[in-house]
């Protein structure tokens, strides 16, 4: 435990089972209470985090001491942990992925194809790679912008006016010209005036800025349940939008003099303007389909290269007179790439087969028939007679074993390949260039 309270909870892996025993409790244990209650305190105070990333924690008693069971689901993410001495954040606890493999720096580069969830009632201690979603910014935005408009912020702002007396910043250049068309115009002048007003400049880019946060929270990706508490301040602040003008803006300078809560404000536009956010939430993604759109990412670049077609996800329709409950709609592969007439079909699978590839466990062999009975069912969309697939899994290093299946009524073939690639961004372009060579699309 540090000098600042955070406590460092470690990196779980997916689809896994570990033990906290009592060492990891200690700084925690109270004199009136056995440390089998302070273990109960802790997951009872954390059940609700824990669930979120499908993760179950359970006291049990082992070699007659209590202990903390976690099981973790498909689930990567980070999610605080509460001390159970005073129900405060103590730490995060990170779920990665099961061979250890980075991916901290993949989060940013795969982007919004990733099917990130983030929870806003969950805060972070630490520093995370998945930025929290904007509408959170937005929130805040618009809490604090009744605020800041409760202060009445007023500005000196230079107007032109149409008066009857000339002043000393009559634009002359103006007057010459128009009463030189209309004579009948000489006792009129525009004269510029320095005004106290609360409907300046600044504020119209603040109103800008406003329009776009309100334009967020109307989102169907902000979830129902926030869109409900701020509906109210939503729809009046649309109508006081009505009857301002705004003024386009990148940037809102904070300067020195602005009120305090003008400068929040203002910090606040620049991280909607940038499209970010300081916000540090718990969040989770499903690490298959993270492996899948990794897969993805690296084929689009090699396929676009060679000058075929990368098409992620599609779909294969199934249609029934009367389908059943447990009837598929469609069948989807992760990928297929075209060129021409010739074609690969390739799933992506984040599972431990070449991991194990001396284990002759009968679970490996089903999930093995499983992955490639589905391959070949969505290479029987393909016209071609010598079919092209390729079984995708993660692997410390590049590796490529190939497959022939030959029927002898058909005279049909396929050629189907398992290939291990490393999740790394570092060995991203080494993977693109091994996968150039793999994939072959002459006859």
Known sequence: MSRSGIIAFGRLSTRSAVVWDTGRFRQWKWRDRSM?????????????????????????????????????????????LFSPMNGKPAGDLVVGGSYGEKIDDLIPLLGDSLDKQCNDAMRLVNDTPVNAP??????????????ARRQHWHKFANVV?????????????????????DPLQKLVYKNKCNVLTTDHIEWRKLNYVLALALHELQSTQVPLSTRMIYAGRIHSLLITLRNSELVKTSVLPVEARDPLPIKRLKQLGNHILDNKTQEKMAWRMDYAQFFERYVQYVLRDVVTRKGGV??????????????PQWGLACLEPDVVLQKGDVQWVIDAKYKSHLYNWYDSG???????????????????FNPMIEKRAALIYPYSTFTVHCMKLYSSVTRASASVYLVGIPIDRSMIARIESRLAQLIDFSR
């Open 310 to 323: 990368a098409v992620s996800n599609p779909h294969y329709d199934v249609s029934m007179r009367q389908r």
């Open 134 to 147: 904007i509408y959170v910014e937005c929130c805040k935005y618009v809490d604090l912008y009744l605020e």
């Open 161 to 181: 006016k149409t008066q009857h007396h000339p002043s000393s910043a009559t634009l002359w250049t103006e007057y010459a010209l128009r009463t030189a068309s």
């Open 362 to 380: 009968e679970a490996l062999k089903d999930a093995f028939r499983h992955d490639l009975h589905q391959v070949l069912a969505y290479c029987s």
């Open 36 to 80: 089998e209650s302070v273990m109960q305190r802790f997951v009872a105070l954390n059940r609700t985090n824990f669930q979120f990333l499908g993760i179950n924690a359970v006291v049990e008693t082992r070699n007659c001491k209590p202990v903390v069971s976690l099981t973790t689901s498909n689930y990567a993410g980070a999610i605080p």
